[in-house]
Each structure stands twice: as C-alpha cells, then as structure tokens.
C-alpha cells in the first residue's frame, strides 16, 4: 500500500485500511459552514509489514494558507518515512518535520501548522507532537495509557494542576497555540517508546475532536467494538456536540480529523 494523504478533504464517511499488522480507520472534513478550503489533514503511511505512520495535522486557522501548510508537512512525512522502522523511523520523522519547518518559513507566508505523529514499530509505538493536535492511547476496559499534552498556555496550565479539566475545556484563550511547525523556535516533543497491547485503541486528532468532547469520553466512544464502529461513533458524537451549543457540554464548530489504529490479534 502506498502512503494515503488526506488533504482539504471533504470525507463523507470513516475509511478504513490495513497498517502495521493491524488497521487504521481515517477520517477528515471541514467545519460544515466553511466556504475554504478543510484546513485539517490526515496521513496513513505504510512501512513494512510490522511498521507505518499515522498523523493529523492542523493549518493555523487565521493564518494565511493553513490548509497549505498542513499538506507541505504531511508531504514531508510521506516522503521521508515510508518503509522505515526502528530508530530510523525516528531520525526520519524529526527529518521530515525539520525539512517542512523550514520549507514554510522560506515560503514567507506567515502559515503554520500543528502535527501529531504515532510511529508504529510492531508491537512498539512513538509518539511526536507540536501543538494541540492530540495522540491518545487507550486500552480495551478504558485506561488511559497514554495523553498528550497541548503545547498552549491553558494545556501547559492544566498540566501543572493550575487549571481542572472543566476549567480548561472552557476557557476562553483554549485556541491559543504556542509551539507549531513554522516557527523559528518549533520543537517537536517525543514520547518514550510505549508497548501496545493487540486491543489498544490508538487515536490521532485535531482541537475538532477534543474541543469538542473530554478524554473520557472518546476513550469510551472508540475502546470497544470494530474500528469502524468505532470511528462512526466518534464522528456522530463530534458532529452532536458542534451542531448544537450546549451550556454543560463543549461545543466549537471547526474543521475535524482523526486517525484510529489497532494491531491485530
């Protein structure tokens, strides 16, 4: 299988595919009012049999050619990553992120975008992130394994306890992004290797899926039943929470993406 990119796509339903002895199961669509181009964008990259990518990336909203931006750093990934394992997978990740920092600032546009990046190695996965784009790792009775952090002052406050969950899904500088590729000082934070057990759920998504629900409750929506299933329920319970403003629940219309995987049996 060739690398899938899944640029300015309007999906109309979750597409599922084999990847790294398991499948992944993607999904992306701009904001259903939006005349511009879907500023979020989605990659399956194969390596061998045992080994791929997946990742999601976020053009800026606000920012000139955001959705050019996510699609120039996807590129790179595919380029430079496919069929690489091991600890090559992972100078060639930090290769291509590097190469596309710089191809955005050379273009002079002022655009940028976040990424999140899961490397499957077997039985063994590696998470890469800038931004809020989030990687979320979940097993099959619902414990978290693993959550990353958003690069912004509400996820850097909510991480050091200064902010509860509900504060910070409220408040209202949550769209403020301080670390993305595009920027002189880009860093890209890299997990410890993790064990992924064969009914781990993996999800790789944009601010439109956890501005609009809480970890528990995607990681209740996708731990369970076919990834296909699965992904559809994610999708249907973001387009509630964005058709309908609701007072006790988070509700931001805005583009969406995300990537499931699991291993197989």
């Not at 800038?130 to 850097?156: C, E, F, N, V, W």
């Not at 309908?244 to 988070?250: G, I, R, T």
Request: contains cysteine.
């Amino acid at each position: 299988m060739k690398a899938r990119l899944f640029l300015e796509a309007d999906m109309a339903a979750p597409e599922t595919m084999p990847l790294a002895g398991g499948e992944a199961c993607v999904f992306t669509h701009r904001r259903q009012d939006r005349e511009t181009p879907n500023e979020d964008a989605a990659a399956v990259i194969p390596g061998d049999s045992d080994c791929g990518v997946i990742a999601v990336a976020d053009g800026l909203g606000g920012q000139p050619s955001g959705n050019l931006a996510a699609g120039l750093v996807l590129r790179h990934l595919a380029e430079h990553v496919d069929g690489q394992h091991g600890d090559d997978q992972r100078e060639a990740v930090l290769t291509a992120l590097e190469l596309a920092n710089e191809a955005i600032l050379s273009g002079g546009q002022g655009s940028a975008s976040t990424i999140a990046v899961l490397g499957i190695d077997g039985n063994t996965v590696r998470a890469y992130h800038a931004g809020d784009s989030t990687i979320l790792i979940t097993g099959q009775r619902g414990r978290l394994k693993y959550h990353s952090m958003a690069h912004s002052p509400i996820g850097y406050a909510e991480a050091a306890g200064m902010l509860d969950e509900e504060s910070a899904m409220f408040h209202q500088e949550r769209y403020l992004v301080s670390n993305m590729v595009g920027t002189t000082d880009m860093r890209i934070e890299i997990s410890l290797p993790l064990g992924l057990a064969p009914c781990d759920t993996v999800v790789v998504a944009s601010d439109g899926v956890f501005d609009n629900l809480y970890p528990a409750e995607v990681i209740d929506l996708v731990r369970t039943g076919p990834l296909a299933v699965a992904a559809s329920r994610l999708l249907n319970r973001c387009h509630e929470r964005m058709a309908a403003a609701d007072h006790n629940n988070p509700h931001k219309p805005d583009d969406l993406a995300f990537v499931l995987y699991r291993r197989g049996r």
